[in-house]
Every structure is written in C-alpha cells, then in structure tokens.
C-alpha cells in the first residue's frame, strides 16, 4: 500500500488501527504503519523545523531553498514543513530520512548552506558542515562516525515522553500521527471506559497542573463530572502568556494532535460537548495548525457528532485571545471567550461549577492535558513511577538567558536546576558567574546558587521558598541587575492588571513608583526625595502583604513577589541601590556617574558637542570636565569619546 | 434553612444561601463597602468587605462569599483593619486631595472611610493619573479624577436602564469609566435619568450645577425669579429633612425660595393635573379610535429619550402632552395668560424638581419658543438643600407663606404622580370623570396581590375595559415591552413609564442615599401628604379647570399644551 | 458600508456576543486597525452598545485605533529580551523613530509596538519589522537594519 492513497490509507488506519482493539497483535498493521509514519521510506523525506522560533532564526527561507533546489534538480522527495525538537540553539534545523539509513539531523542551517547540504546528504555522504547526530533506530543503518542525538548533553539529560513526536512528526498529519499510536487511547477510551473510570484514572495518576496552581487535574475534573447540567464546557488554556514561556506553543505547533486527542478525551471524562483551545493572536502559526489538525481530524471521524458510532459529540473551537496577560486566570480566560473585558470575577462560583456561560466548565494547560493521552494508554501507575514522591512525570521548561544550549526542554520532575543548567543548558554564556535562574514572571521565584541543587518538584521548591510557575527558566548571570529586574516584573503586572480591584491596580503602580525611585537618580537630590526613597521601601512588604490578602486574582496576588523574593534573596544589591545609590551590576544607567579622565582627555571636544544637556564644559585642547548636577547619565559622551576618556561608574 | 456560625467568637445565625456580607449586616456588624449594591451581582472590585476565615490562606470579600457551615470569621482582627485601613490609602494615593472644593464633601463615601479608619496622613507621594473632565452632558458633571472604579454606575446603567451609555475604557491602572471613544456623555445614548449619580460613592458623578445661574438671576435686576415647586420635590424635601405633612413643607418652602428672593412661588402640581386631564382626553379618544397599541405616558423626559433613541418606533404611541414642568413654564410665559404684568423674556422659571432630566427636557428645542425657553433652570433637590445652606436658611424653622395664585392648587392626583402606579390610576381617575361624570364614585386600584408581578390593573369605565399598567426602570420597561409584544396582548391600553425605579420618588436628583427602598420611604411620605389635599382628582382642581377653560379656546392654544418626538441618532 | 466590511459580518451569521473579538481580529487583519465607523458599524450588526465594544477593544492590547506605519516594528520585551537587553534597544528604537511605542510617525513610515514574548527568547533581543525577524540585536546592528529600511523603503516595500 502506498502511503499516498488517501482513502485507502484512511480506511486502514480506522478499521484497522483505531477500531481494532487486537491491532498490536498483528505483525502486518505493525508494517504497514511504519510506511505511513514516515519511518520507513522508498524516496527521501526532509523535515525542516518551521516553527515560530525556527521561523525567526530563517528556516522559512531554508525550507523554500530546499524546495527550490529538489525541483532545480528535479529530485524526487517529500518536503515537510516540521516541528521543533526545542533545540532552539541549533536552528534552522533539518531533519533527512533517506531510505534504509538512520534519520539525521543537521543543524543552523541557513539557506545559502542549503545546496551543499543536499549535494552530499541526497548522495548518502554526511556532510562535514551543519552535522548536529542522528536517532537511533533499530529498523535502519546508523550513519557511520556520526554521533547519536540522545549523546548530545542537551538531549541527554531529557526525559522526552509528552514530547516525544514534536519535531519528529508531520505536525498536521493525522495519518502520520495515529500511525505512531495516537488517537487510539481516545477511541478506546470512548468505546471502553466510563467518564467517572477515566476521572479516577487520571486522578490516580496524580497528574497535576502545569499552569502554576498544581491542582490535582482529576480532582478537579470530578466536580465538573458530577454537576448536573444540560451542557459542559472543557477549556484548553493556551494562552502561555508568561514572558519567557513558550513550551505550549512548540507544542501547539509540533504535536496538535495530540493536544487534539488530549482534549477530546478530557471532555469525555466530564461530559462536555463542546471545547474550546484558547490561545494567543500572536500564535498565528499555532492556530493555523491547530485548525488544519482539527480539518483533518473531522475527517476521519475523531471529531464532532457520534464519533466512532460511540454516542459521543465532541466539537473543538480554536478561540484567539486579543492579548491581555490576565486572560491567563480562570475566570478572565472565560470572560474573553465570552466577547468581554477580560476581569476576573470572584470565586466562589468556582468555573468547575459556574463558568462559560454559567455552565460546569474545566480549564487545564496544555501541559498538563498533553499529559492525558499517554496516562490511558500506559495506566496511572505508569505515570506515577516517573518523577517523585510528590510530583510525577515529566516537566517542561523554556530555557533561555544568559545560558549555552536554550531552548525548550522536558525534565522528569526531580531533576534539578543544577542539572539543567549545567549539563542541558551546557553553562552559562561567556563563561560568565551564574546568578539566577527567573522562574516566570507569574510565580516571581528565584532560583540562586544558593539553592541551586533544588529538585525540580512542587513541594521541594516550596519549601526553598520558590514556586514552579509555569515553566519559563531564565537564567542571569551577574551582569543583570536584580533591582532592575524587579523593577521590570513590577511594571509589568502594572500594565497587565485588569483594574478592578484596588490593592492590585494602585499596588501595582505605586510599588513601581518606590523601586523607580531606588533606581533612578531624582533630577536633583533633595532631602524629601531621600526620605522618600527610604519610607517607600519600608513600605513595600506592608504593601505586598494586603496585596496578596486582598487582591481578588492571583495576578494581583503574585504581583509583589518578586520585589518580596528579591528582598529576600539579593538584599545587598537592593541596599547598594538604596543606600549607597549604586548598581553594582551596572545596569541602572540612572545611577551612573559620569566623569572625564583629565589625563586621557585630549579635548578634542566631541562629548562637548553630543551631551544633550550641556553638561560637559571645557576649552578646545583642554581637559573636559562633567557638571555632576546637569547630567543625566544618557551615556552619549562614552559613546563620543574616542580616547576613552570617560568613565562611568 | 438556618444555621450558625462563629463571627468574633460568638455564635451567629445565619440562613443557606446568602452572603456572609448580608448576614454579618442583618446582624448589626458593620462592615465597610464601596462597591457592594444590594441586589445586584457583587462586583469583588473594592475588596474593603475583608474579613479573615478561619482555614483561608487569604482575607476573603464577604460581600460575594457564601456563609458556609461550621465557618469561623473575624471581622475585626488587625489583619483585616489594617488591610482595608490600606486599600483606602491606596485609593487616596490616587485621588486629588480636592474634598473642600468637591459637591460631595461631608457626603462622600471615600471620605467617610478615611475618617472612619482614622487615616491622619498621606502614605503614597505619588504620581496621578491625569483625566478630562465631561462638562458635555445637560445633566451628569463626570470628573474621572475622583472616580474609584467601584463600577456602581456602570452596573446601574446597563443593569437597571439597559442604556449602557458609559463603561470601563482602558486596563488596568489607565480604566476610566467613559463613553465610546471617549466622547462626552451629551454624545452618548446616555438618557440623562441620573440614577449613576444616585449611586456614586463619590464626586466623580455630580449634577451639571444649575445654582449659580439662578443665584445671580434672583440677585440680579433684569429678571424676574418664579420658583415651580413640583410635588415629588416637596415630599423628598419633607421626607429628607423629617417633615410631616402637618408642618406644612409647601408653605416652608415657598417661604424660603421668597426669602433667598423668587419674586413668585408657584406649584408645578397645578401642571401635573393638567399634563393628567390632557393625558385622560388623549386617551379617551385613542380608546375610541380602538388603537390597537397601549398609549404611553409622556411625562418622564428620561424615558422620552429613552424611546427616541432606542425605540422610536413606540413614539406615535406616546402622549403628545407637554410635561408638568414644560407646561408650567409655558403658562407663565404667555403672553395672554401668564404673568400678564412682565414680558415672557425677563421671566426666569426655576424648576425645582427631584429629576436630572429634566435639565435636558428644558433644554429640548422643542421646549423653546422664540429663543426663549420654557424653562431657564432646573433646581434638583441637592443643590436646593446646598442653596438653603449657603443662604444660612433652616427651612424647618422659618414661617410658612403660600403658593402665588393662579397657580397654587393642585390635587391629589399630582402627588400620585410622585411614585409608580400613582399617575396611572390618577388618569384612570379623570377618564372615569370625563365618562362618568362627577357624581360618580371615586375609582381606586386594587394593586396585584403579587408584589414581584405584572403592575397592572384592568376597570370598567363606562362602556370600556380599559387595562391600565405601570412599569419603572427601563430594563423592567423594555421587558414589559417585549412581553406584551410576544404575548400579542391588547387588552393594555395606558401604561404610565418612568425611567427611575420606583418612579420620581426613585429620581436622580433626589438626596444621595444609596438605600434600595430609600424610594418607598419617599413614596410613603408622598401618600401621606396625599390625605391633606382637598381635591382629590385633576379634576376637582377648580383653580386649573377654571383657568384652562378661561383661556385655552382656540386650537392654536389648545396645541400649545402639547409636544413632539423624534427618533435621535446617537453612538449606542 | 465597506464591501470588505460586509464580507466579514457575513462570517459571522449568528450575531452571539462571542463574535465580538473574533470579528474585531477580522477587521483589523483587513483593515490594520479599528476605526470609530467600523466600531459603530459592529455594534449595529452585533446589537451591542458601541460603548461596550470600545471597552472590550480598549482592554486588549492587540488592537489599535489608527493605522499602522508602512513597516510595523514589534519589539520583544518578554523577560528573557529584558535579559538581554531590550530596553536598551526600545530605547534606541524611540530615540530613531521619534515616536513612543504604540505610536506611528509622521510619515506613516514606522510604526511601534512592544510585545511580551514573541517565542523565540533564544534568539534575544529581537524585532520583527512586518513578518521579518532580525535577532540578536546590538544597538549597531538595531541602526543599520533601520537605516536600510528608510533609506530603501520603496523598494523594500515593493518586494513585500
Ligand atoms: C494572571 C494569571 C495568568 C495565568 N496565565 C496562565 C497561562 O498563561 N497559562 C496557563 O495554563 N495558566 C495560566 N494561569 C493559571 C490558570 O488560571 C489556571 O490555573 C490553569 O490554567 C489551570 O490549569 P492547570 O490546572 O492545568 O494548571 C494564569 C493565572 C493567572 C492568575
Ligand atoms: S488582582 Fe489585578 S488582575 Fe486580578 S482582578 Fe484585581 S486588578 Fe484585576
Ligand atoms: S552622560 Fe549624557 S548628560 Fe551626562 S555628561 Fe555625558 S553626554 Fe552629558
Ligand atoms: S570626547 Fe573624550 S577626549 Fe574628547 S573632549 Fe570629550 S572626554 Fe576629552
Ligand atoms: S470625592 Fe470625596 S474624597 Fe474625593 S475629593 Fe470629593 S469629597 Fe473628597
Ligand atoms: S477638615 Fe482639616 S483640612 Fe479640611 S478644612 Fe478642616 S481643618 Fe482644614
Ligand atoms: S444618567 Fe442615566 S443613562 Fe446617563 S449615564 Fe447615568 S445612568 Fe446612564
Ligand atoms: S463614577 Fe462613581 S460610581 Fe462610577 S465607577 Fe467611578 S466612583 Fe464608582
Ligand atoms: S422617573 Fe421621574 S425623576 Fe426619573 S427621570 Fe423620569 S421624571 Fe425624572
Ligand atoms: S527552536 Fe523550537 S523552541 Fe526554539
Ligand atoms: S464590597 Fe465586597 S469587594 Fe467591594
Ligand atoms: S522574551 Fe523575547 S522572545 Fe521571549
């Protein structure tokens, strides 16, 4: 059977794969699957990672060199627009299947490297240039002196299981998806098992959320089980709206599907008929595939009415949100599907009971979901004998800053941070000190070298006083100003809080106000302004304490820890900025102080002409000098001065 | 159900299903609020109903959470004080610092939190938020400035007048509460009613101020001052300073407006019988024309606007008569009739009235003959009290004077008009006149038993069934409305629609008092003052009947008494 | 009213609350931002208060209310740009253009805009000038791509 003959391939796939509970048992499908998964091939297949990050490093303009130089030479192979292994460090990356041989990976492939890339590899020769390693297969010949992907120190530290398809798979194919097992735990869930039986599954599995709650999903789903109701809800969050976060995203766009078989059986397991992924406006590469999985999904009967002759209706919507940070919180998500402001309302009502429209409605991270599929086919046990005590599975984190090897990595909870950066992250960039590592802007926790041992586990990290978030993983060295960053989460949550109520809204913007003032120089240094500064950091824990009592979301809840979580951590650099007005990591330019080196000074007059505020006086061929009270630290005379006569401190 | 709970260490009796705020209030524990209304669904933005539950990471709102069995509460411990002692800093650390120049000083619900949590200091130096103020608007005076987004006025707006001229614009720390594209509210669907004002906690919502206009037209030489007094304002004046009918509150007040220096005091409830006589004849004659929709009271401006911008359609179906206020300033700038002794432009009318609106309503060009208006200024009874203040006046204490003839009767049918359901069944009243004639008995409603149900009333005059209903609050309007419409119900003939809850005795220029039965207190002392009048019909008010017949002869002047519509394009 | 206009309220046949913000995206992916007309025309169409639609367009930070420069620059500022040093390049970026972010210049030439993360936080500080990523900035490197940009908007634009 060709792996081009759709309606063939399709019936296969239904009658064969997903309504065959015996299908492991037969040799045969086993073979035939491996042609339609792309694993087995009679033609070359490249994969070129095209996600949004992948896109941004130009492998859009290496896909479509590839394309043009198979049709210039009239070669005959597949091309496919791919995922992303979350090697974002390696990008533009492609991926080459030829016949017989071992899939291989080559890496920062920029277009004009693209000929000689293929001159070689479509000859069967490996390249000297752009070779990243090749998988390991038992079905293939290994290339010969090529390394294997799961020796590279980034991949080796990884667990990947909910990753396990991204950047491997034809993200949008459901052939290719159900060929390497997906959709089958949906069609046995539905065709054998209760809604309360998956429920209890999943509860015992004790998967918690990713999202930043950890709540144990199952639980929660029960509520909703066990409401009564002519209609449910299931809501995907995919907002992934913390900075420095973007694990949904790659794997919205490497593995819809899953996410797709993810949701369908969740809103099985409360009874919800209609499910809604919502996500960004800004993720228009995740929505776009997200709605051509769901196209090719319908047409094979997984979605919508009487899937599989079982009785179950299930339709999923793909909502864009219109960008609001906030439309990450429960309440707020559903105000925006709704066609409204996005403001938290109080809970009680809690959405499991009372959300969209009023009705029971569910809300989980795609993390957490993507979680699902795996747990119906290998059982709760399974799931629970990875990870530890407290946490289980597998954790995702985007990996980015001032580190080696970023990207997108999934851990097994346990891990520790020392790991990750260290042996995944490869260290710290230009060798440089390591300071912290920034877990998201949501949970406003620091890792330190202090405690950077920590597991990567819910109750451990608690316990150092950090919190998981959602999995963003920014590592700074100590050329990052912690005031600074303070400063900027602050701002932030400024700007993201909805307005409604007051400790969040007036909090936000006047905490901003006491750290600007730390770390600017006022215009002019006045007795008040110092007393200011000093009452205002007094204030600042009285302030975060009624911020978190009193605030009704956790936006407003959370907005004060990272001010609270430097204080704890880097309580000399806060000193430093307040008492002595300095920056030691010389990031505040405010606090700058400027002077000319009278010795190194030619005088040739150019700060003169470039300072702004004329603050720099002197003759022509006499040393210059800077009037300390008109200048405000704009950094033009260090950039004029080509004798390196002016110094900053 | 019932069961009990532990406030303060002592037990407290609470029933399933209410909020812990309601209960604590029920039971005499006071807790502070600013953005709680009763009745509608909490809002959670103020988070000053604070109170600490035993069990609870964080301090939880009362005014949304359900009491619960077996729960501990402290409403009063130091974390709970000094947490709201805080939110209230935080508010002022963005508030101007304006209370000695602001209307609601010594009114304000922000104020009174400072005072009451003892706040003696500035906490926050810090930069505020800068906004435009809205003089656009014939009635409403916004200044974004004192507004504290306690989202009070925008839920009244939308919830209870279904006008939804203002929202919140921006996010966060940037929210207003404005109209589309910031425009001004004179641009809005806004219909002037006021009710944001009523419920306001603060001088971010106040009158468009009419004081100073007629301050220097009664200090002035070239104009000559008539105050109208309208019935609804005399018995909120009553009921707001605790006056009984027997002292007399007509008389006090016509004495004080006298004394600040009106050159006349009239009763606009004169108007009001006569707006109810031409109403009844309107009515008569659609009843023998068989028109097959109900006639549609025409004496609420605010409802008036309401129909011209959202229901245009129903404005063939609306009384044409002129309103007691326009009516009134028509009869005393007359030429023939009016104040025969002074020409009609140096006549300024004051109207003093317990309604926003009907600072629009004078200023309809409709209301205008001649480039001079009907009516100059419109008095709400805010500013009347602040106007008796500032001319060191204690109405209470002063001798009563009486209304200046011809217009100085007026019936019980005017105060009727005061409350909902009142002017319906005073029009059926003068319709069983004008069939019956006066000898018959006089007719009386038996309002429906249900007190959540359908205010209506259906009574045999003469050879009609006529139905008659009465509907306040335009979102229970429109949904009266729509009703009769999908039931196809023709058996309604006159519904008297007012825009404010409870009707004029509900009206935006009323007292501040968010109390949501403040308006039946007002209806009572109406009802009360009801049994001193001697006329007890429109009809019997000989002074109006008398005149009207004197001088109303030809058809131009008869049409005189009435007014038109037109559908209003505005942004909605 | 604007044929395109009428196209896109035809997408959206059942006139639910939820057509909202869907509708409002349509509009300004047509029109590349939302004008008071179009406000106006939605609220008729939808049957909701012009009033609560300018609310709901206000709150979220995708839409704008006047057009766009011909190039439209979006900035990452997400923690990790922040790292590395994206305020440094906002700053230059304003200090270029004239304009604050959320701002078109006079010209209608650029437009700016910051966003929280684009998702390529590997590649930081980075902007994107319409659909065109430029990574790993430097305040050098910020000038040139800008430069070139003005120097050669004609053809540039042409070639989009
Ligand atoms: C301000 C704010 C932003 C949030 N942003 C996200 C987000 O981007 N993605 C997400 O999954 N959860 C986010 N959450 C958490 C969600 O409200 C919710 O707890 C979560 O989606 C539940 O799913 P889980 O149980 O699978 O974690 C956010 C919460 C708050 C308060
Ligand atoms: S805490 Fe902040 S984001 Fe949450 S409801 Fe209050 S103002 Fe809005
Ligand atoms: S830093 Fe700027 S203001 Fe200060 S002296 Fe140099 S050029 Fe002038
Ligand atoms: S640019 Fe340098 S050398 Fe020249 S005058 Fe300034 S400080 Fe002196
Ligand atoms: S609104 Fe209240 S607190 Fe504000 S200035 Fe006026 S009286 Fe003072
Ligand atoms: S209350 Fe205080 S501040 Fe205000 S006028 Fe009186 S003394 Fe002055
Ligand atoms: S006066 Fe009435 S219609 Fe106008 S904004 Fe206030 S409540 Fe709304
Ligand atoms: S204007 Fe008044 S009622 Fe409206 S939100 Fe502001 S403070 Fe509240
Ligand atoms: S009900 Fe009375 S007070 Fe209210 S708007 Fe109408 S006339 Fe004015
Ligand atoms: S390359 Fe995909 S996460 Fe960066
Ligand atoms: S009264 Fe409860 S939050 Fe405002
Ligand atoms: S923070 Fe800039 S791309 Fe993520």
Known sequence: MKSNDHTSVKEFLIQKVLRNPDRDQDPDIGRQLLHISGERVDKPLIYVGTTTCARAAGAQKTFDAIARYLEENHIDANLIQGGCVGYCKAEPLVDVQMPGQARISFQNVKQEMVAALMDEILNNHVPENNLLGQYRSPIHQSWDNVPYLDEIPFFAGQKKLIMANCGIIDPVSVSQYIARGGYQAFVDTITRKTPAMVCDIVENSMLAGRGGGAYIAGKKWKISLNAVSDQKYFVCNAVESDPGSYMNRVIMESDPHKLIEALLIASYAIGASKAFIFTRSEFSLSIQRLNQALKHAEEYGILGHNIFDSGVNIDIIVKEGARAFVCGEETALNNSIEGKRAMPVSKPPFPALKGLWNKPTIINNVETLINVPQIMRNGPDWFKSIGTENSKGTKLFSLSGKINSYGTVEVEMGTSFRDIVEKIGGGIKDEQEFKAIILGINSGSYITSKTLDTRVDFEELKSVGSALGSGACVVVDKNSCMLDLARFFTNFFKNESCGKCIPCREGTARMLEIIEHATRKPSKEQSFQTLERFKGIMQLKGMARVMKDTSLCSLGKSAPNAILNTLANFKQEFDAHVFERKCPAGVCRDLKTYFIDVDACTGCTACFKKCPVDAIIGAPRQPHFVVQDKCIACNACFEACKFNAVIVE | MSFTIQVNNSPLEVHQGETLLNALRRNGIKIPTLCHMSGFTPSGACRLCVVEIEGKKDLITSCSYPVEEGMAVKTNSLRVISARKSLVEMLLSNHPDDCLYCERNGNCELQWLAEEMNITERKYFSQKNSHKRDHSSTSVYRDPAKCILCNRCVRVCEEVQLVTAIEFIYRGNKTTVNSAFNKGLNVSSCINCGQCIMVCPTGALVDIPHTEKVQSAITGKKKFPVAMISPAFVSAVAEHLGLKPADNPWGLIVAALKKAGFKKVIDMGWASDLNIRLEAQHLLKRLEDKAPEPMLSSCCPAWIQYAEEFVPHMIPDIATAKSPQQLMGRMLKNEDYGLQDVAPENIFTVSFSVCTANKFEASREENTRKGISEVDAIITVREFLKLMRSYGLDIRRIEPDSFDKPFSESSTASLQTVYSGGKAEAVAQQLNHLLNGNKSAMLKFTPPKNPGGRKEVKVKIGKHEVGFAWVSGIADVQKYFDDLKAEKRTDIHYVEVMACSGGCAGGGGQPIHWQPDKFRQRKKMAQEMEKSREARVAFENIQMETFINRHIVSEEQEKCLHTSFHKRDVLK | ?160
């Open chain 3, 1 to 160: 009213m604007d044929s395109k206009l009428t196209s896109i309220f035809a997408l959206f046949p059942n006139k639910q609350r939820d057509d909202l913000i869907p509708m409002l995206h349509k509009i300004q992916d047509e029109f590349g931002f939302l004008s008071e007309e179009f406000i106006i025309d939605v609220g008729k169409y939808l049957n909701i208060s012009i009033n609560k639609i300018y609310g709901v367009a206000t709150f979220y930070d995708n839409f704008r209310f006047g057009p766009k420069g011909k190039f439209h620059i979006r900035l990452c500022h997400g923690t990790a740009c922040h790292v590395a040093g994206a305020s440094t390049i906002l700053a230059e970026l304003e200090k270029y253009l004239r304009i604050s972010a959320g701002e078109t210049d006079k010209n209608g030439l650029f437009s700016l805009e910051v966003v929280s993360c684009i998702g390529a936080c590997g590649l930081a500080p980075l902007i994107e000038i319409n659909d065109e990523y430029y990574t790993n900035l430097t305040l050098d490197s910020l000038k040139s791509v800008l430069d070139n940009y003005r120097e050669n908007h004609n053809s540039i634009y042409e070639e989009q």
